[in-house]
């Protein structure tokens, strides 16, 4: 019986490491937030002693292990255990999850299915506005349980707005949420959509703030159109807000960083399997005169820290706040034969100066941080003076 099944498992081992790879198919995919949507075919070899290895693994913990675990839960956790290994990024999508990610429109920014509310007897943040048939509840949260920790960040630290913050992001992308101190982390999938329109107000000094929630398709136009409407205002500078922007279209941020740039290298990605590319800045004088500042935090992301380092490093923006997130990768979606798919990094950005932004992140100018007694129009007065005082 236990040849029987070990013949069993190399067949089924032999054919998991098959569809791996040869079940990655040259499928044309809807566009993605961050994801590049052109699928290569590819094979790759296996050598004999790491399948080898891995049945003889595979039956022990069969055997052993103190629940009974059926073959295909296995084989799903050692999927997982494989890409999810790679990065911080990289995952392994089930037919459901995949299928709910092509949903999503790109450029689109979400948050998860409730709300956190401050429960001032408690001193702690609290679930709130969670339905029925939510996801969320579904993984066992309920309205009225406290919320200690989201991505490692303890929120009785917190004020409103950034525990807020850290509920946003792209669509489709996850957190991770801890109920205490002592209990397991779950992961959470940003699934509500919420409205990602630029915002724009000029404050008494004659600075434009521009707020921009994430990179889209008509960002660049957008930003063009709202210095034109407020250039008879006797602009003195233009200030983008670029704090807790997760990313979104890196063809976004190019054409955004081009509005400014009249020559020069915006970004390039290298690749081992795509290549190198190199994103030039064309010619264009339109707003080659108007002072220009960027405010960020640590949770500007990808396609925001690619417009950022691309006009620090050309001179043409004096960055105030502080460090940035440091996620400069680029993935791809590679769909299975079984629905599933896989979500992974193939390329990294690269700077102007040729700088690494992955797991490095961008260094503001100047550092100038929220402090959590400050209003945030007191806050953007004095970013907006510094702007105005750089020369």
Not at 158 to 187: E, K, M
Not at 267 to 274: D, F, M
């Amino acid at each position: 019986m236990a040849l029987q099944r070990w013949k069993m498992v190399v067949t089924l081992t032999t054919l998991f490491m098959c569809v791996s790879h040869s079940a990655l198919g040259a499928v044309k995919t809807p566009p993605v937030l961050d994801f590049d949507d052109e699928i290569e075919q590819n094979y790759a070899e296996v050598p004999v002693e790491s399948i080898q290895q891995f049945v003889q693994i595979y039956s022990i913990v069969k055997d052993n292990y103190v629940d009974e675990k059926n073959d295909d839960a296995l084989f799903q956790q050692a999927i997982k255990g494989l890409v999810g290994g790679l990065d911080r990024y990289s995952r392994y999508l089930s037919p459901e999850d995949y299928k709910l990610l092509l949903q999503y429109t790109e450029g689109d920014m979400a948050s998860v299915d409730f709300e956190l509310i401050y429960d001032p007897q408690l001193h702690q943040w609290v679930i709130q506005g969670l339905k029925n048939n939510a996801d969320s509840t579904k993984q066992g949260l309920r309205n009225g349980v406290a919320v200690f920790k989201i991505d490692d960040q303890e929120l009785k630290k917190l004020n409103h707005d950034q525990v807020h913050s850290l509920l946003n992001g792209a669509i489709g992308s996850t957190l991770s949420l801890q109920l205490a101190q002592n209990s397991a982390p779950l992961t959470l999938v940003r699934n509500k959509k919420i409205e990602t329109d630029i915002q724009a107000n000029v404050l008494h000094n004659q600075v434009l703030v521009i707020k921009i929630k994430v990179f889209q398709q008509d960002t660049a136009n957008e930003i063009k159109r709202l210095i034109e409407e407020h250039s008879s205002s006797r602009l003195k500078a233009v200030l983008l807000d670029l704090r807790n922007n997760p990313g979104g279209l890196l063809s976004a941020a190019v054409e955004s960083a081009d509005l400014f740039l009249n020559q020069g290298l915006i970004v390039s990605t290298k690749s081992r399997s795509e290549g190198d590319q190199q994103f030039q800045a064309l010619p264009s004088f339109e707003f080659q005169n108007l002072k220009l500042g960027i405010l960020m935090n640590s949770r500007s992301a990808s396609a925001a820290e690619v417009f950022t380092a691309a006009l620090k490093e050309h001179g043409r923006a004096w960055v105030v706040g502080e460090k940035s997130y440091g996620k400069g990768v680029v993935q791809k979606l590679f769909p299975l034969s079984n629905g599933a798919a896989l979500q992974m990094t193939v390329s990294h950005y690269y700077t102007p100066k040729g700088n690494m932004i992955e797991g490095i992140g961008i260094q503001p100018n100047q550092q100038y941080l929220l402090q959590h007694d400050m209003k945030e129009e007191n806050y953007l007065e004095h970013v907006a003076d510094i702007i105005l005082n750089h020369k």
